[in-house]
């Protein structure tokens, strides 16, 4: 990243940091020279983190297991909300809905409400992950769809809450990225063909097209930016 976001130093939580965004968006703050620690549900994933990267075991949907994290922090100056899971075609299924609705939705609360004593004391803030579903519906995502209409809300609600202490509460908005969680849909060619034809630039987006937004956010450069879900699609969203 060839600008400077002058956050040299700087102590940054990415939550759900192991692969996909998270990983993308904590490379960009290594690469800012930030001390980064990053989450993964499981053994498997934090040990396939980048090997440069401090990884972590964290399974939100445990509230004591979020505390005790966040406890082992001296410093807090950033907290990036990436955790998350979706279960197309299941999640019609109130258990599965349940289910990622409590990761993606309860498991960002879980982790800014801890999160904020340790950001009054730095006046950090947090970024977190919302989506183009917390506008559009979807037919085989119904919890996927809410929960990120609730993170949308979160953070919008938060970002007054927190206000008093300094904590500027942002998020962002991914449109169709090239990752993990969206591999079946790039492998569906005529689904992808809908998707890039929709989008004016024309393209799938990438990690790193999300990652430099989140660095603007968590930077000074932002100051006075509280309750924004800033979209980040390729102009998916206004086509």
Request: with cysteine; proline share 4%; net charge negative.
């Amino acid at each position: 990243m060839a600008i400077d976001f002058g956050l040299d130093e700087k102590s940054v939580l990415v939550v759900g940091g192991t692969s996909g965004i998270g990983a993308g968006i904590a490379a960009a703050f290594a690469e800012q020279r930030a001390r980064v620690v990053v989450t993964g549900a499981t053994v498997r994933e934090v040990e396939a983190a980048d090997s440069s990267a401090d990884a972590r075991m964290l399974d939100v949907r445990d509230g004591g297991a979020v505390e005790r994290l966040i406890a082992g922090f001296d410093k807090l100056d950033v907290v990036i909300n990436c955790a998350g899971i979706i279960r197309r075609g299941a999640e019609h299924d109130p258990a599965a809905f349940a289910e990622v609705v409590d990761i993606n939705l309860n498991g960002s609360m879980r982790v800014c409400a801890s999160a904020r004593p340790l950001l009054r004391q730095s006046r950090g803030c947090i970024v977190n992950t919302a989506s183009m579903l917390s506008y559009f519906g979807g037919g085989l995502v119904p919890g996927y769809s809410a929960s990120k209409g609730g993170v949308m809300q979160l953070t919008k609600s938060l970002a007054i809450a927190y206000a008093e202490d300094g904590i500027r509460v942002n998020a962002v908005a991914p449109g169709w990225i090239a990752t993990p969680l969206t591999q079946a849909l790039q492998d569906d060619e005529g689904r992808s063909r809908q998707i890039l034809d929709r989008t004016p630039l024309r393209r799938w987006g990438t990690p790193a097209d999300v990652a430099a937004p989140v660095l603007f956010l968590a930077s000074d450069a932002a100051r006075f930016i509280t309750g924004a879900i800033l979209p980040v699609d390729g102009g998916y969203l206004v086509a």
